[in-house]
């Protein structure tokens, strides 16, 4: 057999499901894996190895009392979560100096719904504050770095899980995404990242999230790996099974259209462009017909968003004495959003929905909509925030950097993403290009595809086509 961590979360399954490899032996690799590299990766905040064991010894024990047909579809599965979700007994630190770091008293409905899908967590991996942000940096543990060149970020906010995977660290993450967390990610690490549909793993869902922008979905090496956590996420569904289904031809249109473009001007770099390509040529040859869309956003949508996005970091509870601590981005956000009447929140909403119902309409237009998923290459840490070189531990009253600087740079990094959050709508990113000459000897670029609600299976269908 290869590798523990050179198998696939599908062929890891059915290993485990099989009696082949223990719940023990593969907590037990995985975390020797983390020990041994994440020292120079700063994906995980927090490993949790002691309890990992015991719940590996606990599954084993199950095992042997019980049929593999009967055991949870995730049993003895190693994962993450990101460090703004709540495991009972570890610290959830939000990525914030601000708060104080106390062991959470209850399991959050998407770690209690995975625990009981049989996965065995191994910890808590590197978020942004409160989860603002594209970039997994913040004061409190070392920046998020990716696996195929540690210069440069991970992504954000779940780009600690996203480095775990791509490092084979882990198998497969959830993620959490509520303006391109999952998605971002994914695309800057070389992995499949799907963004389910709203109201589909209501597991995931966020409290201080007024326009429900955040759903929880897979990051993984391949889609048939996110099909097997979107089988636990959503119980009944059968997603992996659909796999062996093809698609049917589909009606692709392909934009560059973005609702930031009035305010935040921007261009698509080379790389980016170069991915979309590849994108077009291998749905081309997969038999679907792409053609150029043209969509037209309201420039009112940048203010509205983020409006909606800051909401919960303006309720935060945070002791006036430690505001201080907040790093320049999340304190100026918080500031403006608790400086907004309810009126003006309730007036962002309303326009969010008009939005929603806009939008929806133009992309009926097509089966499916096909755009980079990120405008630029996987940014130097440190780059957003002005940090030298991103490698020092600044004292988060001295972090430099602009705040309104460093959100301009995001959303010019990520110009296609919170749209669909807005949206509702499902929407699935792949790994397509590569920088250097072959697959994994530069930097990944990776297109996004968009869905109407009720496509997560058809997504994961088409990046299988296509060979992912």
């Given at each position: 057999m290869a590798e523990l961590h050179e198998l696939s979360a599908v062929a890891l399954r059915d290993a485990l499901h099989s009696g082949e490899v223990s719940a023990k032996d593969a907590t037990a690799h995985f975390l020797a894996r983390v020990e041994q590299h994440n020292p120079l990766l700063g994906a995980f905040v927090t490993v949790t190895a002691e309890h990992a064991l015991r719940q590996a010894l606990a599954a084993d024990a199950r095992r042997s009392q019980t049929p593999a047909s009967a055991l949870p579809v995730l049993h003895g599965m190693p994962l993450a979560f990101k460090d703004l979700t709540d495991v009972a007994g570890v610290v959830t630190t939000h990525g914030s100096a601000a708060l104080d770091h106390k062991p959470a008293p209850a399991d959050a409905p998407l770690v209690a719904h995975l625990k009981e899908a049989g996965a065995i967590s191994l910890g808590k991996t590197q978020v942004p504050e409160f989860g603002l942000t594209a970039y997994s940096e913040n004061r409190i543990a070392p920046p998020s770095r990716n696996p195929h060149a540690l210069s440069r970020s991970s992504g954000g906010s779940s780009g600690g899980s996203a480095a775990a995977v791509a490092a084979n660290l882990l198998p497969f993450a959830p993620g959490t995404d509520g303006g391109g967390s999952v998605r971002i990610p994914a695309a800057a690490c070389g992995l499949v990242g799907l963004k389910p549909g709203r109201g589909l793993v209501p597991a995931g869902e966020s409290q201080g999230d007024p326009a429900r922008l955040?759903?929880?979905?897979?990051?993984?090496?391949?889609?048939?790996?996110?099909a097997l956590m979107m089988d636990a996420l959503v119980p009944g569904a059968a997603f992996l099974d659909a796999l062996a289904q093809e698609p049917p031809r589909l009606r692709i249109g392909v934009t560059l259209d973005s609702p930031w473009s009035g305010t935040f001007p921007f261009t698509a770099e080379p790389e980016a462009l170069e991915a979309l390509e590849a994108g077009e040529k291998l749905l081309e040859h997969a038999g679907h017909s792409v053609t150029e869309a043209s969509i037209r956003y309201d420039n009112r949508y940048p203010d509205a968003f983020t409006t909606a996005w800051t909401a919960g970091?303006?309720?935060?509870r945070i002791s006036p004495q430690r505001e201080a601590l907040l790093a320049p981005l999340t304190r100026t956000f918080r500031r403006r959003a608790q400086q907004r009447s309810p009126a003006k929140l309730a007036e962002a909403l309303a326009f969010l929905r008009q939005f929603q119902q806009d939008t929806v309409t133009q992309y009926a237009q097509w089966d499916l909509l096909l755009m980079p998923a990120l405008a630029q290459t996987p940014r130097p840490v440190g780059w957003f925030t002005g940090t030298a070189h991103g490698d020092e531990r600044w004292p988060a009253t001295q972090w430099p950097g602009d705040a309104d600087g460093d959100y301009r740079k995001q959303?010019?990094?990520?110009?296609w993403s919170s749209m669909v959050n807005v949206c509702g709508l499902p929407a699935i990113t792949v790994p397509v290009h590569w920088t250097g000459n072959a697959a994994g000897s530069g930097l990944p670029m990776g297109i996004q595809l968009v869905g109407p609600?009720?496509?997560?299976?058809?997504?994961?269908?088409?990046?299988?086509?296509?060979?992912?």
């Amino acid at each position: 057999m290869a590798e523990l961590h050179e198998l696939s979360a599908v062929a890891l399954r059915d290993a485990l499901h099989s009696g082949e490899v223990s719940a023990k032996d593969a907590t037990a690799h995985f975390l020797a894996r983390v020990e041994q590299h994440n020292p120079l990766l700063g994906a995980f905040v927090t490993v949790t190895a002691e309890h990992a064991l015991r719940q590996a010894l606990a599954a084993d024990a199950r095992r042997s009392q019980t049929p593999a047909s009967a055991l949870p579809v995730l049993h003895g599965m190693p994962l993450a979560f990101k460090d703004l979700t709540d495991v009972a007994g570890v610290v959830t630190t939000h990525g914030s100096a601000a708060l104080d770091h106390k062991p959470a008293p209850a399991d959050a409905p998407l770690v209690a719904h995975l625990k009981e899908a049989g996965a065995i967590s191994l910890g808590k991996t590197q978020v942004p504050e409160f989860g603002l942000t594209a970039y997994s940096e913040n004061r409190i543990a070392p920046p998020s770095r990716n696996p195929h060149a540690l210069s440069r970020s991970s992504g954000g906010s779940s780009g600690g899980s996203a480095a775990a995977v791509a490092a084979n660290l882990l198998p497969f993450a959830p993620g959490t995404d509520g303006g391109g967390s999952v998605r971002i990610p994914a695309a800057a690490c070389g992995l499949v990242g799907l963004k389910p549909g709203r109201g589909l793993v209501p597991a995931g869902e966020s409290q201080g999230d007024p326009a429900r922008l955040v759903v929880a979905g897979p990051l993984a090496r391949s889609a048939a790996d996110a099909a097997l956590m979107m089988d636990a996420l959503v119980p009944g569904a059968a997603f992996l099974d659909a796999l062996a289904q093809e698609p049917p031809r589909l009606r692709i249109g392909v934009t560059l259209d973005s609702p930031w473009s009035g305010t935040f001007p921007f261009t698509a770099e080379p790389e980016a462009l170069e991915a979309l390509e590849a994108g077009e040529k291998l749905l081309e040859h997969a038999g679907h017909s792409v053609t150029e869309a043209s969509i037209r956003y309201d420039n009112r949508y940048p203010d509205a968003f983020t409006t909606a996005w800051t909401a919960g970091v303006g309720a935060a509870r945070i002791s006036p004495q430690r505001e201080a601590l907040l790093a320049p981005l999340t304190r100026t956000f918080r500031r403006r959003a608790q400086q907004r009447s309810p009126a003006k929140l309730a007036e962002a909403l309303a326009f969010l929905r008009q939005f929603q119902q806009d939008t929806v309409t133009q992309y009926a237009q097509w089966d499916l909509l096909l755009m980079p998923a990120l405008a630029q290459t996987p940014r130097p840490v440190g780059w957003f925030t002005g940090t030298a070189h991103g490698d020092e531990r600044w004292p988060a009253t001295q972090w430099p950097g602009d705040a309104d600087g460093d959100y301009r740079k995001q959303c010019e990094y990520a110009p296609w993403s919170s749209m669909v959050n807005v949206c509702g709508l499902p929407a699935i990113t792949v790994p397509v290009h590569w920088t250097g000459n072959a697959a994994g000897s530069g930097l990944p670029m990776g297109i996004q595809l968009v869905g109407p609600m009720g496509s997560e299976a058809l997504l994961l269908r088409v990046a299988h086509q296509l060979g992912f």
